[in-house]
Nanobody
Framework: QVQLVESGGGLVQAGGSLRLSCAASGRTFSRYTMGWFRQAPGKAREFVAAINRRSDNTYYADSVKGRFTISRDNAKNAVYLQMNTLKPEDTAVYYC?????????????????WGQGTQVTVSS
């Protein structure tokens, strides 16, 4: 089992940057594929990015490709989401999630563990 705690959200102007962090508990962090999802008010939770256990495969939603970068540090039990060139439509609660799955990583119900979320607000 793993517990996840996100941090780094906040208010930023359009075009700005934020770096989200997700700290994981437990000694099995390196066995999980890690993902970031987001949910805007009145909308379904959507996939943002994922990274496999060894960081040799990353996956991105088309809407963030080229602007966001996911990374992880297994020694620190952490995963990060660097968000650049933010847009107002990126405004959402961002969630960190963990799964043993190595396929279907873009599907939210593939994930077994979730953090509580961190709010990102991008003003125009």
């Amino acid at each position: 089992q793993v517990q996840l705690v996100e941090s780094g959200g906040g208010l930023v102007q359009a075009g700005g940057s934020l770096r989200l962090s997700c700290a994981a508990s437990g000694r099995t962090f390196s066995r999980y594929t890690m993902g970031w999802f987001r949910q805007a008010p009145g909308k379904a939770r959507e996939f943002v990015a994922a990274i496999n256990r060894r960081s040799d495969n990353t996956y991105y939603a088309d809407s963030v490709k080229g602007r966001f970068t996911i990374s992880r540090d297994n020694a620190k039990n952490a995963v990060y989401l660097q968000m650049n060139t933010l847009k107002p439509e990126d405004t959402a609660v961002y969630y960190c999630a963990a799964t043993y799955a190595i396929a279907t990583v873009q599907t939210y119900n593939s994930y077994d563990y979730w953090g509580q979320g961190t709010q990102v607000t991008v003003s125009s």
